[in-house]
């Protein structure tokens, strides 16, 4: 593959992990604090204004917090796709995983071994690898599409506009 081919395809894939990742972390963020504090409180209207809240201010912010994680984990995808070939989901399940952690660590916090004790203490890691998981996978089945010569039976989870089989 030339050389023009392998940087449009990392360039896409980033693009990509630019622009949907930080508002879907943002989203997924949100939505897991609202179920955290469902099984804190009980106080379902609670969900619906922090939900409001993180469409109003946090979407719009998220790219202060979730540019880097998106572009960590973009560039990996992207170079594995454009370097060797196109990786499967089990690789963008890795890649979520491993920048959360990143971005857990790079935080200053840890995740303790799961006790009753410490179950509450790793809540806010949990989701923040959520947060990094979730956005990666469904930026990598956008992405994934999006680089791969679609045939007439596409695999892709997305729309292509061709009649299946």
């Known amino acids: ?45 609670s969900v ?50 491993l920048v959360g952690l990143w971005l857990v660590y790079a935080g200053g916090s840890s995740i303790a071994p799961p006790s009753a004790e410490t179950a509450s203490d790793n809540v806010p890691a949990i989701l923040l690898i959520a947060t990094c998981l979730v956005p990666t996978v469904l930026c990598w089945a956008l992405a994934r599409c999006i680089i791969r010569r679609m045939p007439a039976s596409s695999s892709c989870p997305v729309a292509t506009g061709h009649p299946p089989g």
């Open 48 to 97: 619906w204004w922090l939900s409001l809240f993180g469409l109003i201010y946090g979407v719009p912010l998220s790219y202060l917090m979730g540019i880097a994680p998106a572009a960590a984990a973009g560039f990996i995808l992207g170079a594995a796709a454009a370097l060797h070939r196109t990786p499967g989901f089990l690789f963008s399940i890795a890649t979520g995983f």
């Open 1 to 45: 593959m030339p050389l023009g081919q392998r940087l449009t395809i990392l360039l896409k894939v980033l693009g990509v992990f630019l622009l949907m990742g930080p508002p879907v972390g943002a989203l997924t963020f949100f939505a897991g604090m609202g179920v955290y504090g469902v099984s804190q409180t009980g106080d379902i209207a």
